[in-house]
Structure formats: structure tokens, C-alpha cells
T-cell receptor, first 112, second 114 residues
Framework: SQELEQSPQSLIVQEGKNLTINCTSSKTLYGLYWYKQKYGEGLIFLMMLQKGGEEKSHEKITAKLDEKKQQSSLHITASQPSHAGIYLCGAALGGSNYKLTFGKGTLLTVNP | GAVVSQHPSWVICKSGTSVKIECRSLDFQATTMFWYRQFPKQSLMLMAT?????????EQGVEKDKFLINHASLTLSTLTVTSAHPEDSSFYIC??????????FGSGTRLTVV
């Protein structure tokens, strides 16, 4: 079974709308990372969350980590076409600096 | 800082030939490098973990004789796809872990085997 479950798999929103992507782990999280990618290109680092309850924001993107629930959410406020892409959550499930396991990704489309 | 330079960014090769992909850490020493593969519309799948000066650790289902990983120095790790076939066509990307900082990724290599 998938160690990191990411939902939804795909999302289509109208420009200006808010959206949330979730990432749930079946194991203890030692660090949760959010990346954005356009297929065939490298990963763009968004956020790193390490402590339970931690919340970080950058521009219109906010990520939270619920350590007890082994879950993280990524929230985009007032989405723009530039937010379109694949969002991946990655977690070091075996310890810090351990190999990163990735969720299957969420394909976000923002319609103007 | 903490940049991983990956080359080539894309390569087309004939079936049966070998292709080498390089990842260099430019301003830090990478004792551990991770190699991932990504098929279209799928997520990144870890292939192997390479440690400087020792044999790589391969994930289940990854052929170590086909995907040769060398990590001979603290700044260079290479992945060689030997006797490539069309099913090896994919996006390959490396990553280095930096203690206390996180992970940095190369820009990826798109391999097409014809």
C-alpha cells in the first residue's frame, strides 16, 4: 500500500478560488516536504515542516503539519494560473536525512 | 547554496547502448545521493541510495546490474543505464540530503531510448 496518500489526485479550479491538497502518512513523519513540479522538469521546493503543529506560509501558499494525525495540508489562497502544476509531498519516513518517499502527486489546473 | 547540477538534461540513445547521467554537488559535499525515476503522470519512485565510497543500496525491483550507480567522490554520483531499452525511457532525477537543511534536487534528465 502507498505509504504517503495524497489527495485529490487532480484538481481543477477557477482562478481566484482557494484549494487544499492533503498528504497522509501511514508511518511516523520525521519531516514533510512539499514540492511543485511541471512534468519533465525539476522539483521546486515549497515548504519543509518538521514539528507537529508547524505552519509555514510563502506568498499565497500555506502548509501545515499535524504530527498526531501524520498528515499535512497545502492550502493555496486566491489561486492563479501560475500555481498550475504537479504538487508532491515527500516524507522521510525512516528518520531525518533518510530517503524521501513521495506521494503520487496532485495535478492542479487553474482556469483563467 | 546547496546546488546539485545534473547532466545531461535530456538524452536520446539507441536501444542497446549505455547512458551515463551525472550529478554534482557544487558547493557542498554529498555523502548520500538518491536516484529517482519518474514515468509520465506518475510520482517519483526511488531507485537507489548511493553513499560515497560504498556500494549503492537498491530498492526492491530495481536491477542493480542495469542501473549502475557510482559515488566515487563526495561531489559526484553517476547513474549509468546499461543496455538501454525503450521501456527505460523516463525522467531520472537525483537528490542529495543535507543534514539540518533538507533535500536538494537536480534538474532531472529526460532519457528517450529509440
Amino acid at each position: 500500500s502507498q505509504e504517503l496518500e495524497q489527495s485529490p489526485q487532480s484538481l481543477i479550479v477557477q482562478e481566484g478560488k482557494n484549494l487544499t491538497i492533503n498528504c497522509t502518512s501511514s508511518k511516523t513523519l520525521y519531516g514533510l516536504y512539499w514540492y511543485k513540479q511541471k512534468y519533465g522538469e525539476g522539483l521546486i521546493f515549497l515548504m519543509m515542516l518538521q514539528k507537529g503543529g508547524e505552519e509555514k506560509s510563502h506568498e499565497k501558499i500555506t502548509a501545515k503539519l499535524d504530527e498526531k494525525k501524520q498528515q499535512s495540508s497545502l492550502h493555496i489562497t486566491a489561486s492563479q494560473p501560475s500555481h498550475a502544476g504537479i504538487y508532491l509531498c515527500g516524507a522521510a519516513l525512516g528518520g531525518s536525512n533518510y530517503k524521501l518517499t513521495f506521494g503520487k502527486g496532485t495535478l492542479l489546473t487553474v482556469n483563467p | 547554496g546547496a546546488v546539485v547540477s545534473q547532466h545531461p538534461s535530456w538524452v536520446i540513445c539507441k536501444s542497446g547502448t549505455s547512458v551515463k547521467i551525472e550529478c554534482r554537488s557544487l558547493d557542498f559535499q554529498a555523502t548520500t545521493m538518491f536516484w529517482y525515476r519518474q514515468f509520465p503522470k506518475q510520482s517519483l519512485m526511488l531507485m537507489a541510495t548511493s553513499n560515497e565510497g560504498s556500494k549503492a543500496t537498491y530498492e526492491q525491483g530495481v536491477e542493480k546490474d542495469k542501473f549502475l550507480i557510482n559515488h566515487a567522490s563526495l561531489t559526484l554520483s553517476t547513474l549509468t543505464v546499461t543496455s538501454a531499452h525503450p521501456e527505460d525511457s523516463s525522467f531520472y532525477i537525483c537528490s542529495a540530503s543535507i543534514r539540518g537543511v533538507g533535500y536538494t534536487f537536480g534538474s532531472g534528465t529526460r532519457l528517450t531510448v529509440v
